[in-house]
C-alpha cells in the first residue's frame, strides 16, 4: 500500500522564479492538503483540494496556487519566488469519505536564493 | 479562526522521566486533536489522536488527554527512551467527513539524555 509520495526531495530556485511541485496521495485517498513549514515552525495550511477544485485556503497570497488531476494527485505551483517562501513544503491526503486522519508524504525542501 | 498555543517550547528530561506537553485551542468547534512527531529532515508521524467525544486515550507510553471546557489538551510520555527525541506537534481541527483543516502548534524540542 504506497504512502503519500512527493516529488522532488529538494530544489534550489532564485528569486522571482516559479517552481511546481507534486503530489501523490496514499492509495484509497482522494482528498490532497499542502502545508508550509518554516525552520523552526509548525506546519501552516495552504490549501486543499477535492474534486479536482479548492475547498479551503489558508492565509496564504494568491502566488501560491494548485491543481488536483483526475488521479487525485495534486500540484503545488508558487510564482514570483521570495526568499521567505524558503522552507519544507508537506502534502498531505485524507478520504473526504472518511474522519480518518491526514498522512503526510516525506516534503519537498525549497531553498530561495 | 483557530489558535493553538503549545508549551514548552523545549523540554528536557532524563531517560525514563515522564514527559508533558500542553496545549490550547481557541475554536471551541474543534473536534479532533492530532500528536505528530517530527524527527530532524523528516515528515510529522502520527503518534495519538484523540476525539471530542473522548476525555483520554492511552497507546502503550503514550497518552492523551483532552479538556473541552478549558480547550486545552496534553501529551503524556512515560518512561522516556532517547529514541523519544523530537520534535512533537500538537494540532486540532474541524472534522466534517475529511475537510480537515490542521492548525499546529509551535512544536515542542524533546530531548531525552541516557
Known amino acids: 500500500d504506497a504512502g503519500v509520495t512527493q516529488s522532488p526531495t529538494h530544489l534550489i530556485k532564485t528569486r522571482g522564479q516559479q517552481v511546481t511541485l507534486r503530489c501523490s496521495p496514499k492509495s484509497g485517498h482522494d482528498t490532497v492538503s499542502w502545508y508550509q513549514q518554516a525552520l523552526g515552525q509548525g506546519p501552516q495550511f495552504i490549501f486543499q483540494y477535492y474534486e479536482e477544485e479548492e475547498r479551503q485556503r489558508g492565509n496564504f497570497p494568491d502566488r501560491f496556487s494548485g491543481h488536483q488531476f483526475p488521479n487525485y494527485s495534486s500540484e503545488l505551483n508558487v510564482n514570483a519566488l521570495l526568499l521567505g517562501d524558503s522552507a519544507l513544503y508537506l502534502c498531505?491526503?485524507?478520504?473526504?469519505?472518511?474522519?480518518?486522519?491526514?498522512?503526510f508524504g516525506p516534503g519537498t525542501r525549497l531553498t530561495v536564493l | 479562526g483557530e489558535n493553538v498555543e503549545q508549551h514548552p517550547s523545549t523540554l528536557s528530561v532524563q531517560e525514563g522521566d515522564s514527559a508533558v506537553i500542553k496545549c490550547t485551542y481557541s475554536d471551541s468547534a474543534s473536534n479532533y486533536f492530532p500528536w505528530y512527531k517530527q524527527e530532524l529532515g523528516k515528515r510529522p508521524q502520527l503518534i495519538i489522536d484523540?476525539?471530542?467525544?473522548?476525555g483520554e486515550k492511552k497507546d502503550q507510553r503514550i497518552a492523551v488527554t483532552l479538556n473541552k471546557t478549558a480547550k486545552h489538551f496534553s501529551l503524556h510520555i512515560t518512561e522516556t527512551q532517547p529514541e523519544d527525541s523530537a520534535v512533537y506537534f500538537c494540532?486540532?481541527?474541524?472534522?466534517?467527513?475529511?475537510?480537515?483543516?490542521?492548525?499546529f502548534g509551535t512544536g515542542t524540542r524533546l530531548l531525552v539524555s541516557p
Open positions: 494540532a486540532a481541527s474541524i472534522v466534517n467527513t475529511g475537510f480537515q483543516k490542521l492548525v
Open positions: 498531505a491526503s485524507t478520504s473526504a469519505l472518511s474522519t480518518d486522519t491526514q498522512y
Open positions: 484523540i476525539r471530542s467525544n473522548v
